[in-house]
């Protein structure tokens, strides 16, 4: 006897709860990159209405001038696509990618919202390799909300002499059963309540309600985690705020 199920429905469910996690991000992200384009837009409009009313007839002067307006140009074009790739809505395949390479991207993302409210984020990759065959779109939206909810939770904390700061590490892992990559995301916040740690990756499970957490992040994050057969986790015993630790198979 053989029995066949369906499971169709139920893998187009959880592509549109990832989509819906995906689209609350942007909706957060949207006001600090809307900012971050602003900067280099005006700095461009400077310079070129400089080039307009100032003949430059010192041909390296000029070209220098041109070189800062296609700086500029290149940060907002940039800053654009990643929102783009982030909106994507088609299920991509699996590819080799530069965990680094993705984090870069998030964290350009992100730092706009970082910068405004005076957090410093710090990057250290400790492997020259840190390639793996992933969907890269999807781990970039792991580390987007791993490091907006670090940002929350840094800005909405009560005062403190800290400064508050963001660090990211990673690293690989080889074993002759499987290697791994390594990331640790990790803030001096507030941290996790004792009686939060087993619930924090529960659907709909937040403490951000009066300020619009919607309780997916973290949720999906596992479920994208999981599905590239990786684990993702809290670090229970650390004291100085919040440790993250992804473990992805290479």
């Known amino acids: 006897m053989c029995i066949f199920s369906d499971i169709t429905n139920t893998k187009n469910l959880n592509h549109q709860l990832v989509e819906s996690a995906k689209f609350a991000s942007i909706g957060e992200l949207a ?14 409009l400077l310079y070129l209405e400089d080039l307009i009313e100032n003949d430059e007839s010192d041909i390296n002067e000029r070209t220098k001038i041109l070189k800062k307006i296609e700086l ?5 074009r940039n800053l654009i696509k990643s929102l783009l790739d982030l909106g994507r809505t088609e299920i991509a395949e699996k590819e080799q ?4 390479w993705i984090i870069t991207r998030a964290i350009e993302l992100v730092e706009a919202n970082a910068k405004k409210k005076s957090i ?8 020259k390799d840190t390639s793996a065959k992933v969907r890269w779109q999807e781990i970039e939206q792991v580390i987007i909300n791993c490091l907006m909810n670090s940002i929350n939770a840094l800005s909405e904390a009560e005062s403190t002499n800290k ?5 990211i590490i990673v690293d690989r892992e080889d074993s002759i059963e499987q290697n791994w990559i390594n990331i640790i995301i990790q803030d001096n916040g507030p941290g996790i309540k004792e009686s939060d740690i087993n619930k924090v ?4 499970f937040t ?3 009066e300020n619009q957490g919607t309780g997916l992040g973290l949720f999906i994050s596992k479920k994208i985690i999981t599905d590239h057969g990786g684990d993702i986790e809290f670090n229970p015993y650390y004291t100085n705020g919040t440790q993250l630790r992804i473990k992805l198979p290479i």
Request: proline share 7%; net charge positive; aromatic share 6%.
């Open 97 to 100: 990618s530069k965990i680094d």
């Open 72 to 76: 500029a140009n290149k940060r907002i």
């Open 31 to 44: 006001a600090g990159i809307a900012h971050e384009i602003n900067n280099p837009l005006q700095s461009a």
């Open 201 to 204: 990756f529960m659907p709909m």
């Open 207 to 209: 403490t951000r309600r």
């Open 120 to 127: 410093q984020i710090e990057f250290y990759i400790k492997s």
């Open 163 to 167: 400064v508050p700061k963001i660090q």
